[in-house]
């Protein structure tokens, strides 16, 4: 199987990837993998010009032409992706975010449903888990799920044993959770998945918000319209009509965001 590794680091050999060529080799130990190092880096990515029009109208109308469309491809061929970047400022690195916004649109019309993700920070201190959480929350946007966090502390000084244990210990865990994740996907016998209801909700809120400004955000009416769910998928009587009942309460309350002209 093939793992796409998206670097964040503006450093190409740096800890970040140092940590990842760790994960690596232990994962090695545990299947057929191979890695694919993507550096944003080395990536022509522009600045997002705030135009809006890849979320309503959709990605193709976006002026930027570069690199964006390559990196997508290669996120949508391989069978995992490992999302790292260093902590600069308690966030990730600005290589990281301007990827990330680049690739706002997916926050409305998520296309990597049914794929696995690993995200892993670098800190010298403090921050790894807030930069994770944010990390976790993005790529959960565009479908992924997340199969673990893996962070690793790598200060400016040598090492003590005991935090090269405990990094050793975290890279294990991540590397043995990560392949049993992929290993399960690449077995499935059956195509349907089972969605939760605050996955179902969260669908059919936008389901719903997409139908209401067709006229605004066409995009994501095309995309919405006549699906049951992102993916084939299994959802129970019980949370089809727990949902009816909240959406109808979400509503209530958001009625005054609406389009004025009602349509």
Known sequence: MN?????GSPRKKGNTYQTVKELEEKMKKLGDYEFEYLYLKDSHLEDCRGCFSCISKGIEFCPLKDDLELIEEKMEEADGLILASPVYVMTVSALLKKFIDREAYLC???????KKALVLSTTGGVGAKETM????MVIKAWGYQTVDKCGIITAPWPATQ?????????????????????????NKKF???KVGFKDYLSFRIFQEI?????KYMPADYQFYQDKEYYQPAKIGILTRMLTVIILRVVFFIMRDMGPADGK
């Open 3 to 7: 793992i796409l590794t998206i670097i």
């Open 108 to 114: 409305h019309r998520p296309k990597y449903h049914g």
């Open 133 to 136: 959480n944010y990390m976790e």
């Open 162 to 186: 005991n935090l090269k244990k405990k990094n050793n210990s975290i890279l294990e865990k991540s590397a043995q959770k990560f392949s049993k994740s992929l290993k399960s996907v690449d």
């Open 191 to 193: 195509d349907k998945i």
């Open 210 to 214: 997409s139908s209401d400004v067709k």
